[in-house]
């Protein structure tokens, strides 16, 4: 390993299948598909992780539906660090109970923490950012978030606003944090210049995360402490599934990091390091869409990309086809995402990639539960 600290992986993996349909379903998420490549975007979140923290210190936290398929993906990996969450609760209960069961075993441990389903360009820089982060972490109560400098007037995107450097040039001070803000906010913070993506990859020991949690959630952490202290005995399945439910269900933004923001850029240990390389989280078809024509991993001259075993498109632009095996032809039509599965296919404009959802919830209250 690169690095001397005793550093641990906490890899988010939940999630309903949603963005993606109808490729990714309840038990085929976003995570475990291979959407940029031949490899899913859970392994490729692992295995560039690796050369600081082996399989041995990754953990990761899914859901019921995901965990299987998750383990035969990542072989090496024990099976005592997928922890399947027996209901969502968002990413404060699932943080929290890796720094607790962390915590146990040894409370200088510097957590990261990352999204699954994030791609990640330039890997060396990717790398070398992180050596930084760790270092910052470790030296304190310090709490350390990667951001992304805006490219566009994102309204997708959380927002992270800082202040002054450190003294040692090392890092940001942290001002506060926003949730996605509208259109017109979103290009003030980007004419500012002080102004960041939240990209949610963040680092912590192992006690400043789980003090900071028994601080703001004075209800959830004695749950979460229990449920720890079972991890490793034949009732850790039994005590999870009792009282993880019973957990807030709040993100980790709202319920650590903005409370400790209010404190102040130079008494909160909030700090943010601006990230030097790549990176893109594929949130819609529409995202995929612009990712794989940037990058230029596919597209022909009318801007249409396609996935498929061929494609002939007649007075037709900027469209994504995903079709395996079977021909698709397009006229006359522009700004479309087409998606077909054994089972399912979509068509939908560009703009409403986000609204794919929309369909997700519907078939759930028509009882489609074969199709989600």
Excluded at 222 to 240: H, K, N, Q, W
Aim: with cysteine.
């Amino acid at each position: 390993m690169l690095n001397p600290v005793d550093f641990r992986t906490v890899i988010l993996a939940g999630g309903s299948g949603t963005r993606f349909w109808p490729r990714s379903r309840r038990a085929r998420a976003k995570q475990v598909l291979a959407l940029d490549g031949e490899r899913s975007m859970i392994q490729q979140t692992v295995e560039r992780l690796t050369p600081l923290a082996g399989l041995d210190s990754t953990w990761i936290i899914t859901n019921e539906y995901l965990a299987g398929e998750i383990a035969d993906q990542l072989p090496g990996l024990a099976a005592d660090q997928i922890l399947q969450e027996p209901v969502a609760r968002n990413t404060a209960p699932a943080c929290g109970l890796a720094a607790f069961v962390i915590e146990r075993q040894n409370p200088d441990a510097v957590l990261g923490v990352f999204p699954s389903d994030h791609v990640i360009g330039d890997e060396p820089r990717f790398l070398k950012a992180l050596q930084k982060a760790i270092s910052v972490a470790s030296a304190g109560e310090n709490i350390v978030v990667l951001g992304i400098e805006p490219a566009r007037a994102e309204t997708g995107y959380g927002y992270i606003e800082t202040g002054e450097l450190t003294r040692d040039g090392s890092a940001l001070h942290v001002r506060r944090f926003i949730e996605k803000p509208n259109q017109v906010r979103a290009e003030e913070f980007v004419a500012a210049g002080n102004y960041y993506w939240n990209s949610g990859m963040f680092l912590w020991s192992a006690r400043t995360l789980a003090n900071a949690v028994r601080e703001h959630l004075p209800e959830t952490a004695p749950l979460l402490e229990t449920i720890a202290a079972a991890y490793g005995t034949p009732r850790f399945d039994e005590v999870f599934r009792a009282l993880y439910p019973k957990c807030e269900n709040i993100s980790v933004d709202y319920a650590v990091l903005e409370p400790r923001s209010a404190k102040g850029e130079h008494t909160s240990h909030l700090y943010c390091l601006p990230a030097e390389f790549s990176w893109n989280d594929l949130g819609s078809w529409a995202s995929l869409y612009e990712y794989q024509l940037e990058t230029r991993l596919r597209g022909d001259a009318e801007g249409n990309v396609p996935e498929a075993e061929g494609h002939m498109a007649i007075d037709a632009a900027n469209n994504y086809i995903f079709s395996p095996g079977k021909f698709v032809a397009l006229v006359g039509v522009e700004n479309l995402v087409v998606v077909d599965t054994e089972d399912a296919l979509l068509i939908v404009h560009r703009d409403h990639s986000q609204d794919v959802g929309k369909i997700v919830k519907e078939l759930s209250l028509t009882g489609r539960s074969d199709l989600i």
